[in-house]
């Protein structure tokens, strides 16, 4: 295409898409009257954390939308994993994808586990069941898969494996509350599974996590962990550390779950928008969800084949950053290029091709409450036309011209 459909993107100087960057995970807020109350009556009865009534409401409205027996809340998601892994006898190798948020692994790190990082299968973004049997060794104690971007892993197959081995399975399931695999919530699957409700999260509760399981024993002396292992009061039967939510988190986190349907039918929207907006560009894939699950569609995922597309992924988040459009590169360069696995494990990638290729080409877009229809239709919109040029963009960027977009992005930070 001609110069001039170029011409007026703002990383060549035009006036970006939109005034204000637009974020992936901008929090999803309820409604603010309800919350108000909520504080309202902790500060009237003065119990702020420790057993408070809001926490206690909390996890039993988990449970039941879960459909499983214990949800013991926690400050975040990954003491929550800390906790539940220690809790399962996990120790020495466990293993995990690193196609994830780096805390999946740092919370086996953190505890002296080594998380061995097993590759995802061709073209997915899930750990593949076909490469666990490779990485056990008799130091391996268990396996720790994640449900990423809310769709569920390969969970029968793992869970089949694992009981091969009779290893326990522990779900990271940070991104998938609401989710469902085969009609059964997630959270119901393996020994036990952990949502976070951080704040980027589909339901938060400022920070804030969860072990949810079925098994009573489990559940207790999850509970005694997260609070420094007391029984009782002056009885302490365990190691323990402090992973407790407190109320006015779980004052949050109730407000949002009764917002769960509006956040959902939200995104679902939005998720349908970058669908119709996406189909027809060429090199460009939307990651579909599986409409016949519930699903939180919190994440809007694409691939680009940069064969096609002209432009690589780098390139693309540069654009779209000039617009304004904070898109991510979730979780570029992937865990085991982050520090101390990169250098306890320097050969990583070579067991992780398919990890290294997917995250070549995965970008996040900006979804959620705060961003529209309209505002989605604008960055499809955008990304059409960039595919469209891509060839003549590709040139203009071997030309050097990308040093003009970091002059671009300082005036519009500015
Ligand atoms: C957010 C996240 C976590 C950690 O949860 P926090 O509540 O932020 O501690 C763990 N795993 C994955 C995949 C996540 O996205």
């Known amino acids: 295409m001609s110069e001039g459909g170029t011409r007026q993107l703002a990383i060549f100087g035009g006036r970006p898409t939109f005034a204000k960057p637009l974020h992936v995970g901008v929090p999803n807020i309820g409604d603010r009257e309800r919350l108000y109350s909520r504080i309202d009556s902790i500060l009237t009865r003065r119990v702020l954390t420790n057993g408070g009534p809001l926490v206690a409401e909390f996890e039993a409205r988990i449970a039941d939308l879960v459909g499983v027996r214990h949800c013991v809340a926690m400050s975040n998601g990954t003491v929550a994993l800390e906790i539940v892994t220690r809790a399962l006898g996990f120790e020495q190798e466990v293993i995990t994808p690193s196609m994830t948020f780096v805390a999946t692994s740092h919370a086996l790190q953190w505890q002296q586990i080594t998380p061995v990082f097993c590759d995802v299968a061709p073209g997915a973004h899930h750990l593949d069941p076909a490469r666990i049997k490779d990485l056990v060794t008799p130091r391996t104690t268990g396996i720790l898969p994640v449900n990423l971007w809310g769709r569920p892993c390969n969970i029968d197959t793992i869970l089949s494996v694992a009981g091969q081995y009779d290893m326990p ?59 420094f292992g007391f029984q009782g009061r002056d009885t302490v039967v365990h190691v323990g550390i402090n992973g407790k939510m407190t109320e006015i988190e779980a004052a949050m986190g109730l407000t949002s779950l009764e917002s769960m349907g509006t956040f959902v039918e939200h995104n679902r929207r939005n998720y349908h928008a970058y669908k119709a907006g996406l189909h027809r560009v060429p090199g460009v894939e939307l990651i579909e969800y599986d409409e016949g699950e519930r699903c939180n569609f919190q994440y809007i995922v694409i691939e680009l084949d940069e064969r096609i597309t002209s432009v690589t992924c780098g390139q693309m988040l540069e654009i779209l950053s000039a617009e304004n459009i904070d898109a991510r590169r979730y979780f570029y360069p992937g865990c085991h290029r982050m520090e101390p696995y990169r250098s306890y494990f320097p050969n990583a990638g070579l067991l992780l091709p398919n990890t290294e290729t997917l ?14 229809v309209e505002q989605v239709e604008k960055i499809t919109a955008l990304i059409a036309r960039v595919v469209e040029n891509g060839p003549s963009l590709s040139v203009r960027f071997r030309a050097g011209i990308s040093r003009k977009s970091s002059y671009a992005n300082a005036a519009c930070e500015a």
């Open 169 to 227: 399975v522990v779900f990271d399931s940070a991104h998938a509350f609401g989710c469902s695999y085969k009609g059964k919530m997630i959270g119901g699957f393996g020994q036990a599974e952990v949502f976070s409700f951080h704040a980027t999260k589909f339901i938060n509760s400022f920070e804030g996590g969860a072990v949810v399981t079925d098994d009573t024993g489990l559940a207790d002396k999850v509970r005694l962990m997260q609070n």
């Open 359 to 372: 995250l070549s080409k995965v970008l996040t877009l900006p979804t959620g409450t705060s961003v529209s």
